[in-house]
């Protein structure tokens, strides 16, 4: 199995910027697909954005897409999130997420993903 832990959350204004780590233990992410997620206050968890197993191929949910950006890093078993131009509707609490590389299930889903971190708190003041 592989663990997650994310890191790099916090409280930072509106149009700021924060770079979220997940970091994976366990096993080599190389042989993984990489998703973050995020859930508010009230609401489901939403997809926020996917890499696949060589960073090759990414995608963003539209309310974020131009703003994040995923990334990976195989050889530090690391993936992740730049948030830049912050709006106080991306407070959440923000999740990684693993799916074998053999998946071919939707990326945009929750049950997609077997393996999950505890998730790092994001609050973007006004």
């Known amino acids: 199995q592989v663990q997650l832990v994310e890191s790099g959350g916090g409280l930072v204004q509106a149009g700021g910027s924060l770079r979220l780590s997940c970091a994976a233990s366990?096993?080599?992410?190389?042989?993984?697909?990489m998703g973050w997620f995020r859930q508010a206050p009230g609401k489901e968890r939403e997809f926020v954005a996917f890499?696949?197993?060589?960073?090759?191929?990414?995608y963003y949910a539209d309310s974020v897409k131009g703003r994040f950006t995923i990334s990976r890093d195989n050889a530090k078993n690391t993936v992740y999130l730049q948030m830049n131009s912050l709006k106080p509707e991306d407070t959440a609490v923000y999740c990684c997420?693993?799916?074998?590389?053999?998946?071919?299930?939707?990326?945009?889903?929750?049950?997609?993903?077997?393996?999950w971190g505890q998730g790092t708190q994001v609050t973007v003041s006004s």
């Open positions: 366990g096993r080599t992410i190389s042989r993984y697909h």
């Open positions: 997420a693993a799916a074998s590389a053999y998946t071919s299930r939707n990326y945009y889903s929750e049950s997609t993903y077997p393996y």
């Open positions: 890499v696949n197993w060589s960073g090759g191929t990414t």
